[in-house]
């Protein structure tokens, strides 16, 4: 065996491109096989752990709730940076073959195809053989709006909301970030990302603390959010949906979300599915008046869930392609 990983760890060696030629597409396909399994330990729980651990101890010190939320989230994000980049280190020095299955299952950990499409495809399920009641409780689990008021109507729209607005902080930030920089940066975003559904809510305990955090995460994701319209008019075209309907209706109504990023994907679905997403919703017993997206479009069937989750899937793909094209042809030429 050790004869066998002689001319292999030359190979990478001689080529650092090597890794980098099947890294995300093997994460990709480890994502789309294996999904978020419970058994499996998974980073992501960590950092919330961590993120609890830490809050209450950054609460105590003799500094405005907002500095110490800023520092707070520094310390997790750069910590995060420099634990996997130190793994990863670590795991080179052993051997080459050790590096590349950690960075292969550490880009693995930040990306949600699989666990994205099967809750979506659960609510699906639920509507045709279920109860409302059933549907309502599949939808908690994935949006964080009140379920108990919705209709079959709300509910069929929250899905198909959430899979849209997941595919930005689920699979193609991630991408984005893993092909800049690895695992290190993926999971530097993971935990950005993660902080924000901790602390970035704009409520009496997390207004300021979670000010910095809530921020942080609308940079991050400003690029990709942007960079999904075209791939998800591509993937509607692709399904022989309406793909410009796709890329106007996300240019025209995108900003129609009180998220700066999240309604360009919703926005894109909500054309290249052909119907009208968004509006009013209660949060903690609060209403809410979001305003509607595909304002002039149709209303929301039981089979638009899975057609989002096949447009979710296909972008997701188109997704890979294009960053793993546009990154190995960058450290091919640099």
């Avoid at 105590?60 to 709730?65: Q, T, V």
């Avoid at 899975?306 to 030429?333: D, E, N, P, T, Y």
């Amino acid at each position: 065996m050790p004869e066998l990983l002689i001319p292999f760890e030359r190979y990478l060696r001689e080529m650092e491109i090597a890794p980098f030629w099947y890294t995300l597409p093997a994460a990709f396909m480890l994502d789309l096989i294996l999904g978020d399994p419970r058994w499996l330990p998974h980073p992501v729980r960590w950092m919330g752990k961590w993120s609890e651990a830490w809050e209450s101890h950054f609460r105590k010190l003799n500094m405005g709730l907002t500095t110490s939320g800023c520092l707070f989230v520094a310390l997790l994000v750069f910590g995060t940076l420099v634990i996997t980049w130190g793994v990863l280190f670590i795991a080179e020095g052993i051997h080459p073959v050790l590096f590349s299955i950690l960075d292969i299952v550490l880009i693995y950990y930040t990306l949600s195809v699989k666990s994205l499409r099967s809750a979506g495809m659960a609510i699906y399920r639920t509507f045709k053989c279920g109860t409302l009641e059933e549907a309502r409780h599949k939808l908690s689990h994935i949006v964080g709006r009140d379920v108990e008021r919705l209709d079959d109507q709300d509910v069929m729209k929250g899905a198909v909301e959430s899979v849209a607005e997941n595919l930005v902080d689920g699979v193609i930030s991630p991408l984005f970030f893993a092909a800049i920089g690895g695992a290190s940066f993926a999971m530097a975003y993971k935990m950005i990302n993660t902080l924000d559904s901790i602390i970035g809510y704009k409520d009496e305990r997390y207004g300021r603390f979670g000010r910095c955090a809530a921020r942080l995460d609308d940079v991050a994701n400003y690029i990709p959010a942007r960079l999904s319209i075209p791939i998800i008019s591509v993937a509607a075209i692709i399904m022989k949906g309406n793909g410009q309907k796709a890329f106007t209706t996300a240019l025209r109504e995108g900003r129609n979300h009180p998220s700066p990023n999240a309604g360009f994907s919703e926005a894109a679905f909500a054309g290249g599915l052909d119907v009208k997403l968004g509006g009013p919703s209660y949060y903690k017993g609060n209403l809410v008046d979001k305003p509607f997206i595909g304002i002039h479009l149709g209303a929301v069937a039981i089979e638009h869930i899975k057609q989002a989750c096949k447009l979710m899937v296909l972008s997701a793909l188109l997704c890979l392609i294009l960053f793993w094209g546009c990154a190995c042809l960058l450290r091919l030429f640099a």
